[in-house]
């Protein structure tokens, strides 16, 4: 009897080698619907969670919001100094801070609990999700939901409102559609770069510094302008890992300046495009980390 009602054992999937006789729980196949909902529940539930004590979200949404207005608070201390930066004034250089910084703020606010994807490897509480019948890069992603982390979108809408106000553009209704498309898709390609990121740590547990680097530190590269770097950096960041689409590209053709040596004018519109095939490159990484999982064992 006690054969007959033993819990049979996957042997493949994401918990041990050898093919896998169906779907590994928290990875039935599901449409994009199915991850919205999932997201939107988990979400949803951190941020009841967190307006329980008003008092503390606000001090805290407060105190984020001070904490990332001081990296503009270095540019403007350094325009007190001179009059431009690279050919770029301030108003210029204020514009990229501001579309860069919202748009990875968007993205740390809806995908920035995949950081926290070693420690799950590490301690085996990546299992729990795998086991719940819901896409699991939307439970991680949802999972501790920090609402405090509006505090950087807020401060980069600011300084780009800002900005706008300050800068002398010859506007023309092209130029108003690729701001906000831009911003979007610059999100979309942050969001994309942290799920590389989260899916690199299934196999290296203690690299999140190494994936921060080219999140929060392609964040601080776009808030100055391309000229001040080497060509050899702009060209990585155009061709290999394509941040310069979030804000470099379609900034230099709102403010009329030339693209980058070898980086052809149409580049500035084609961040959608460039945000689509991240998103793919996200999905591939993503699903080949889950497969290479094996849990810890206990």
Aim: net charge positive.
């Amino acid at each position: 009897m006690a054969e007959a009602t033993r819990t049979p054992v996957r042997t493949g999937g994401a918990y041990g080698p050898g093919p896998a006789s169906g779907p590994a729980p928290g990875r039935a196949p599901g449409r994009l619907g199915d991850s919205w909902r999932t997201y939107r529940m988990v979400a949803g539930m951190w941020i009841r969670s967190t307006m329980t004590y008003r008092a503390s979200f606000l001090i805290t949404l407060f105190t984020n919001f001070c904490v990332t207005f001081f990296d503009f608070v270095v540019i403007l201390l350094m325009f007190g100094q001179v009059k431009g930066l690279g050919g770029f004034t301030f108003a210029e250089v204020a514009l990229l801070y501001g579309t860069a910084g919202t748009a990875f703020g968007i993205a740390d606010l809806t995908m920035g609990s995949l950081q926290r994807m070693g420690a799950r490897v590490r301690d085996g509480s990546l299992d729990t999700f795998l086991m719940r019948p819901a896409p699991l890069l939307a439970q991680l992603a949802g999972d501790k939901f920090a609402l405090k982390r509006f505090g950087r979108v807020a401060q980069g809408l600011i300084v780009l409102i800002w900005s706008l106000c300050l800068l002398d553009v010859a506007w023309t209704p092209l130029k108003v559609l690729l701001l906000p498309v831009a911003v979007v898709s610059g999100a979309v390609i942050f969001g994309a770069v942290m799920v590389v990121g989260a899916s690199v740590l299934f196999w290296m547990q203690d690299a999140a510094e190494v994936t921060n680097s080219f999140t929060y530190g392609g964040n601080t590269l776009l808030q100055y302008p391309p000229t001040i770097f080497a060509q050899d950096l702009v060209r990585g960041v155009v061709y290999v890992v394509p941040l310069a689409f979030v804000n470099w590209l379609p900034a230099l053709y709102v403010l009329d300046r030339p693209a980058p040596a070898g980086v052809p004018d149409w580049a500035a519109f084609a961040s959608p495009l460039v945000a689509a095939a991240c998103c793919v490159v996200a999905g591939v990484a993503w699903r080949a980390g889950v497969r290479a999982y094996r849990s810890t064992g206990s």
